[in-house]
C-alpha cells in the first residue's frame, strides 16, 4: 500500500528507516522502504546505511554516479510498487510515533498529493540562526496557515503522492542547479487541477546548513528561479520574491534595488550572520541580489 522513498547524499539514514519500519508493522500495512544513495564520498556513512539491507522490507543501493535531486526521485518512484509514494529527506525525522498512521488515515480522504508540514528543533547554535529563523517563521507553518495557500506552502521535504499521479507529474529532470524545485513541482500540481491536502503530521528539519552556505545556497537558488522562470516551469504567482521582482522590472526600478544593494549589502550580511538575524533584511537582500544577477547567470 505504502513504498517509502527516501534519497541521499553524505548522510546516515538508518535510525530514520528503523523507526519508519517500526511504524509501519504496527500499522500492520504492505510496505517497502526504498534507500537511494546518490554516490555519497563518505565510506563511514556508506558502511552504516548498507546495515538497511538487513531489515525487513527495506533496501539501500548507492549509484554508481551523482544523478541529481530530480532523477533521483523519479528513480525512486519507478522502483516503488505500492499505490502511494511517501517521499521524505535524509535530513528529517518523524516528528510523531503516528507519522506513519497519520498518513495512511489521510489515504482516503479523497486528495491525491498530501503534505504533513515541516517542524525544526527548538534550539540550535548561533552559526545555524538564519536558517533556523528562516524555516521557524517561513516554512513551520500551522496547518490553518498552510491551508490558505495549500500550492505555495508546499515542500517536498515530506509528502505523499500517488504512484499513478507521479508518473504524470514527475520532478523536471531538465531543469538542475540548487533551490526552488519545491515551487515548480507545487506549480506543476496546481496547474493540473491535482488535490492537495494538508494535515497536521509534520517531519522534523535536522540537518541545518550554516549561516554562510544557506547565504550561497539562496544566491544559487535565486540564480536557479530567473531560470525556471524564463523557461515557463513557474509563474509569478508562486514565488513572493519574483512577484516582486517582476513588478519593480516593470517599473524600471530595478537599478534602485541594485544601488540599494551595492550600498547596504555588507551591513546586511553583518545582521545575517548575527545571532538574531531579521528576515526582514534577509528578503532585501535576496531582492537585492536577483535584479543584480546578470542575464548570462540565470
Same mark, same amino acid.
Given at each position: 500500500?505504502?513504498?517509502?522513498?527516501?534519497?541521499? /547524499?553524505?548522510?546516515?539514514?538508518?535510525?530514520?528507516? $528503523?523507526?519508519?519500519?517500526?511504524?509501519? $508493522?504496527?500499522?500492520?500495512? =504492505?510496505?517497502? #522502504?526504498?534507500?537511494?544513495?546518490? @554516490?555519497?564520498?563518505?565510506?563511514?556513512?556508506?558502511? $552504516?546505511?548498507?546495515?538497511?539491507?538487513?531489515?525487513?522490507?527495506?533496501?539501500? !543501493?548507492?549509484?554508481?554516479?551523482?544523478?541529481? %535531486?530530480?532523477?533521483?526521485?523519479?528513480?525512486? @518512484?519507478?522502483?516503488?510498487?505500492?499505490?502511494?509514494?511517501?517521499?521524505?529527506?535524509?535530513?528529517?525525522? +518523524?516528528?510523531?510515533?503516528?507519522?506513519?498512521?497519520?498518513?495512511?488515515?489521510?489515504?482516503?480522504?479523497?486528495?491525491?498529493?498530501?503534505?504533513?508540514?515541516?517542524?525544526? +528543533?527548538?534550539?540550535?547554535? $548561533?552559526?545555524?540562526?538564519?536558517?533556523?529563523? /528562516?524555516?521557524?517563521? %517561513?516554512?513551520?507553518?500551522?496547518?490553518?496557515?498552510?491551508?490558505?495557500?495549500?500550492?505555495?506552502?508546499?515542500?517536498?521535504?515530506?509528502? =505523499?503522492?500517488?504512484?499513478? #499521479?507521479?508518473?504524470?507529474?514527475?520532478?523536471?529532470?531538465?531543469? @538542475?542547479?540548487?533551490?526552488?524545485?519545491?515551487?515548480?513541482?507545487?506549480? !506543476?500540481?496546481?496547474?493540473?487541477?491535482?488535490?492537495?491536502?494538508? #494535515?497536521?503530521?509534520?517531519?522534523?528539519?535536522?540537518?541545518?546548513?550554516?549561516?554562510?552556505?544557506?547565504?550561497?545556497?539562496?544566491?544559487?537558488?535565486?540564480?536557479?528561479?530567473?531560470?525556471?522562470?524564463? %523557461?515557463?516551469?513557474?509563474?509569478?504567482?508562486?514565488?513572493?520574491?519574483?512577484?516582486?521582482?517582476?513588478?519593480?522590472?516593470?517599473?524600471?526600478?530595478?537599478? @534602485?534595488?541594485?544601488?540599494?544593494?551595492?550600498?547596504?549589502?555588507?551591513?546586511?550580511?553583518?545582521?545575517?550572520?548575527?545571532?538574531?538575524?531579521?528576515?526582514?533584511?534577509?528578503?532585501? /537582500? %535576496?531582492?537585492? /541580489?536577483?535584479?543584480?544577477?546578470? +542575464?548570462?547567470? =540565470?
Amino acid at each position: 500500500m505504502i513504498s517509502v522513498l527516501i534519497p541521499t /547524499y553524505n548522510y546516515n539514514v538508518l535510525s530514520l528507516v $528503523e523507526n519508519l519500519q517500526k511504524q509501519c $508493522e504496527i500499522a500492520t500495512v =504492505a510496505y517497502e #522502504i526504498i534507500v537511494l544513495d546518490d @554516490a555519497s564520498t563518505n565510506k563511514n556513512f556508506l558502511e $552504516e546505511n548498507k546495515k538497511i539491507n538487513s531489515i525487513e522490507n527495506c533496501s539501500f !543501493q548507492v549509484l554508481g554516479e551523482n544523478i541529481g %535531486r530530480s532523477k533521483i526521485r523519479n528513480l525512486l @518512484a519507478e522502483k516503488a510498487k505500492y499505490d502511494w509514494l511517501l517521499f521524505l529527506d535524509a535530513d528529517t525525522f +518523524p516528528s510523531s510515533s503516528e507519522f506513519i498512521m497519520n498518513y495512511l488515515s489521510a489515504f482516503s480522504k479523497g486528495s491525491s498529493v498530501i503534505f504533513g508540514g515541516i517542524k525544526y +528543533p527548538e534550539n540550535v547554535s $548561533e552559526n545555524f540562526s538564519l536558517r533556523h529563523k /528562516y524555516g521557524t517563521d %517561513r516554512e513551520s507553518l500551522p496547518l490553518a496557515e498552510r491551508v490558505k495557500n495549500p500550492y505555495r506552502s508546499f515542500i517536498t521535504m515530506g509528502f =505523499a503522492i500517488q504512484k499513478n #499521479i507521479f508518473k504524470n507529474i514527475q520532478f523536471n529532470e531538465k531543469l @538542475a542547479g540548487y533551490g526552488y524545485e519545491d515551487s515548480v513541482f507545487a506549480y !506543476q500540481l496546481q496547474k493540473n487541477d491535482i488535490s492537495l491536502l494538508h #494535515i497536521d503530521n509534520p517531519v522534523i528539519h535536522l540537518n541545518l546548513e550554516t549561516n554562510a552556505d544557506f547565504i550561497k545556497k539562496s544566491e544559487m537558488a535565486l540564480q536557479n528561479l530567473l531560470f525556471f522562470y524564463k %523557461r515557463g516551469a513557474i509563474d509569478a504567482d508562486t514565488v513572493k520574491i519574483l512577484k516582486t521582482y517582476l513588478k519593480l522590472k516593470n517599473r524600471n526600478l530595478l537599478f @534602485a534595488v541594485r544601488g540599494f544593494f551595492s550600498v547596504f549589502r555588507k551591513p546586511m550580511l553583518k545582521n545575517l550572520y548575527s545571532p538574531k538575524p531579521s528576515l526582514f533584511f534577509f528578503d532585501l /537582500y %535576496r531582492l537585492g /541580489y536577483l535584479s543584480s544577477i546578470k +542575464p548570462n547567470d =540565470a
